[in-house]
């Protein structure tokens, strides 16, 4: 019922558009596919052990699979499921693989046996069922953990750089500081590569940007003077240097070599952190001279270190910027809000005090002109007189001006709102329009007069569009309180049966644009469905104060309608 315009964007209101609709589609059939591997995951144990002589009965078997894939088929209607079809895919795919290894299993069985259990043989097929599904199930996490308690019994051998930084990577998923994490990785690489000492240089945020030594593990008993930070040009030969030695150290950055230190002893190697032609951190490892040297293998192993902490940095930092843009965007936000609500605020108190102006101003003089010619017109003695007819025009002409006069006011902000509001005060514009309207506004108690206001214009701007576009249609205004997602809101449909019109082919207006400001000002949306042949529907919805009671305004006595014409609003 607006302007037949599209909803432009970033105007505080949404389109009606259907997407996603090949994600969902996929989505469900995963769902799906998921119930039939599970349900063939089922069935496959159940056959084998059947065939050998043993197992639940048939019907058993056949119902546990129809359960399962009913549960499959019923998470096709979950929006949750849908969201998480890919996990409950995999799922289902690690149970076909138990079922698999469970089959094969008691077919191993078989082959052992020569031939199919008979008599008090049978009685063996469950308990070897049960033992193949406890295997299948623990065999996996167990190996794992027997393999990582190996490698940490065994001299000489570390856990992999994967396994390093998956560790540090969990670690900065959870906001752990970067000087928390620097530690944690420093001495997670001291204990299991059986360094000496482990030093990590990194940015401080300092202009111009250097790297400084963040810490030294372990802590030096009596720590001597801090080493000066690395500058620009210092950092642009590190960026060529990949892992390097006491020899390379000397050579480029002599005053970072100890006097007694490993460099001069051979034990030393470091590596920078580098991404996108940037270095992020220095990481410089030591062991003691009669430690075993380091070889290949720890330089490539330090490599994927430094590589994967590059990454692991670089996410950290633009994380902290997209935080940061995020934090200032919802501050930018927030004044927007609060200039949107202030002006609508002020174009409402506005209004109101040109009502005030009109009612107590020009309507008192108009009234009162009016019974001065009342009385006039009753001095006369003669009914014949010439000037009583003159009289009454004039008195004609005063009532109507009087009358016009309160039009105007009620159009620019009428008193039946402020003190009934919403349901009688739209009630009362429906009379005066030439449509017909009907307004559902039952129980729907006061709102802050604000939220009033920008409803009842809305729906009022609403009216005046569906009379230009739709002349003669049928028109329902329907104000609800709904359960949002964020609490409670007020829904305001504005429907009409008229022609209606495709928003995509039809330049933009300013009647809409009014509606989103006016909505958008105190946290509402505006959106418009409509096509040709199939009328109009414009939908409005703004939250609810928790505390709307104490924020309305105080009730009072309602006074009458006025059978006026509302001044029309700009569309």
């Not at 469950?126 to 019994?153: D, E, H, I, Q, S």
């Not at 100890?258 to 990481?283: F, I, S």
């Not at 939908?539 to 105080?554: E, M, W, Y």
Request: net charge negative; hydrophobic share 45%.
């Amino acid at each position: 019922m607006s302007d037949r315009t599209p909803l432009p964007a970033g105007a505080g209101f949404r389109s009606h558009r259907r997407v996603g609709i090949g994600t969902g589609r996929r989505a469900r059939s995963s769902l799906l596919l998921s119930g039939l591997i599970g349900a063939a995951g089922v069935i496959a144990p159940g056959v084998v052990v059947g065939l050998l002589g043993g197992g639940p009965a048939w019907w058993v078997t056949g119902a546990i699979a129809g359960v399962v894939l009913a549960v499959g088929i019923a998470l096709m209607f979950s929006a949750a499921a849908r969201r998480a079809s890919t996990a409950v895919l995999v799922g289902a795919s690690e149970f076909g693989g138990l079922s698999v290894a469970v089959c094969s299993g008691l077919l191993v069985v078989l082959l052992v046996f020569g031939r199919i259990p008979l008599g008090a043989e049978r009685a063996l097929l469950n308990p070897a069922l049960v033992g193949m599904l406890v295997v299948a199930v623990v065999a996996g996490p167990l190996g794992r953990r027997a393999a990582r308690t190996t490698r940490a019994a065994l001299q000489g051998v570390r856990r992999s750089p994967d396994e390093l930084l998956a560790d540090f990577a969990e670690r900065a998923g959870r906001g752990t500081p970067v000087d928390d994490l620097l530690r944690q990785l420093a001495e997670t690489m001291r204990q299991d590569w059986r360094l000496s000492r482990v030093q990590i240089w990194a940015d401080r945020g300092d202009a111009p940007r250097n790297l400084a030594r963040s810490l030294v593990v372990p802590q030096p008993v009596e720590p001597g003077p801090e080493p000066l930070p690395l500058d620009a040009d210092e950092l642009a030969t590190l960026q060529r240097a990949g892992v390097a030695g006491p020899g390379w150290l000397e050579l480029w950055l002599p005053h970072l070599v100890e006097e007694d230190g490993p460099a001069r002893r051979g034990q030393l190697r470091l590596a920078p952190a580098v991404h996108g032609g940037e270095v992020l951190a220095l990481v410089v490892i030591e062991r003691d001279a009669d430690a075993d040297t380091f070889g290949e293998a720890d330089e490539r192993a330090l490599a994927e270190v430094v590589r994967r902490l590059a990454i692991v940095l670089r996410n950290r930092a633009l994380d902290e910027a997209l935080q940061a843009t995020l934090a200032d965007l919802r501050r930018t936000n927030a004044d927007l809000q609060a200039s949107r609500t202030r002006l609508v605020a002020a174009a409402d108190a506005e209004r109101r005090r040109i009502e005030r102006d009109l009612h107590d101003g020009a309507q008192q003089h108009l009234v009162a002109l009016a019974v001065g010619l009342r009385l006039v017109r009753d001095t006369l003695t003669s009914p014949d007189d010439p000037n009583a007819e003159l009289l009454d025009e004039l008195d004609r002409g005063v009532r109507d001006s009087i009358q016009a006069l309160r039009d105007l006011a009620h159009g620019i902000y009428p008193p039946l709102l402020r003190d009934a509001g919403l349901g009688d005060a739209l009630r009362a514009a429906a009379k005066r329009s030439p449509l017909t309207v009907e307004v559902h506004a039952d129980r729907i108690g006061r709102m802050p007069e604000q939220a009033e206001a920008a409803v009842y214009f809305c729906c009022l701007e609403a009216l005046q569009n569906a009379g230009k576009h739709a002349p003669g249609a049928h028109v329902t205004i329907t104000l609800k309180v709904e359960a949002g997602a964020d609490g409670d809101e007020l829904t305001v449909v504005v429907a009409d049966d008229g022609p209606g019109f495709d928003p995509a082919r039809v330049a933009g207006g300013g009647g809409l644009q009014n509606m989103a400001d006016r909505l958008g000002a105190i946290g509402g949306t505006v959106e418009l469905v409509s096509a040709p042949g199939d009328g109009t529907m414009l939908t409005g919805r703004i939250p609810v104060p928790a505390a709307g009671a104490d924020d309305a305004p105080a009730s009072r006595p309602p006074v009458p309608a006025v059978a006026s014409r509302p001044a029309p609003v700009a569309g």
